[in-house]
């Protein structure tokens, strides 16, 4: 069985750029969602993609956007990079959601975005 | 919305004892889920244990194990018999019963556990 896995590890930008990340879901999950976070802190939810539509966001501003593709990896997009972007982004896959059943959310390694 | 509270930036246990992380939730739903997870410095979150909030019994994983007080809205997390390997921060979650996880998991700000050999 697969894990789930994320592209690239490390990532260097500057203010105003844009940047595409990417996650490969664990094997039989159809469910991702993406999480940023900041140094010190939690994980906060960003948005999470089941079956190629999003299905729920967090309080993240528009310049995140994300997608879904037909074999369940997804990308984030963040567009006019700010330096307060600058976190490790975390993707997690699971099953499909299903009237409240809990699935369970298995994180890849993430990835850390520096932006200067 | 719902928060979560880890009042420990740090704890520090010797080798062999055992340790207690505190958590605290807040919440005006009755069906929800509860998880510790763990992360080590290679970053990768892993899930250490689940609790359903409708059930009464504590959820239990080999050395690790819950005390999950409802009404209090409390869930810490007792770590038997520590090892070097359980270093790591770890991080109560919360997601809500209602939504289908649309809303995915609400985590505390961590707690820093340092394992003294």
């Known amino acids: 069985e697969t894990g789930v896995t994320q592209s690239p590890t490390h990532l260097i930008k500057t203010r105003g750029q844009q940047v595409t990340l990417r996650c490969s879901s664990q094997?039989?999950?159809?469910?991702v969602s993406w999480y940023q976070q900041a140094l010190g802190q939690g994980p906060q939810f960003i948005f999470q993609?089941?079956?190629?539509?999003?299905?729920g966001r967090g309080n993240f501003p528009p310049r995140f956007s994300g997608l879904q593709f037909p074999n369940y990896s997804s990308e984030l997009n963040v567009n006019a990079l700010e330096l307060d972007d600058s976190a490790l982004y975390l993707c997690?896959?699971?099953?499909?959601?299903?009237?409240?059943?809990?699935?369970?959310?298995?994180f890849g390694p993430g990835t850390r975005l520096l932006v200067l | 919305a719902q928060t979560v509270t880890q009042s420990q930036p740090e704890m520090s246990v010797q080798e062999a004892e055992t340790v207690t992380l505190s958590c605290t939730y807040d919440?005006?739903?009755?069906?929800?889920?509860l998880f510790w997870y763990k992360q080590p410095p290679s970053r990768q979150m892993i899930l250490v244990i689940r609790?359903?909030?409708?059930?009464?019994q504590n959820a239990t994983e080999n050395r690790f194990s819950v005390n999950f007080q409802k009404a209090a809205k409390s869930f810490s997390l007792k770590i038997s018999d520590s090892q070097l390997g359980d270093a790591a921060m770890y991080f109560c979650a919360y997601r809500s019963y209602s939504g289908g996880g649309a809303d995915g998991l609400t985590f505390g700000k961590g707690t820093h556990l340092i394992i003294q050999p």
């Open positions: 997690a896959s699971s099953l499909e959601p299903s009237g409240g059943r809990e699935e369970t959310q298995y």
């Open positions: 609790q359903e909030a409708y059930k009464q």
């Open positions: 919440t005006s739903e009755s069906d929800y889920y």
């Open positions: 993609y089941y079956r190629e539509e999003k299905n």
């Open positions: 094997s039989g999950h159809n469910t």
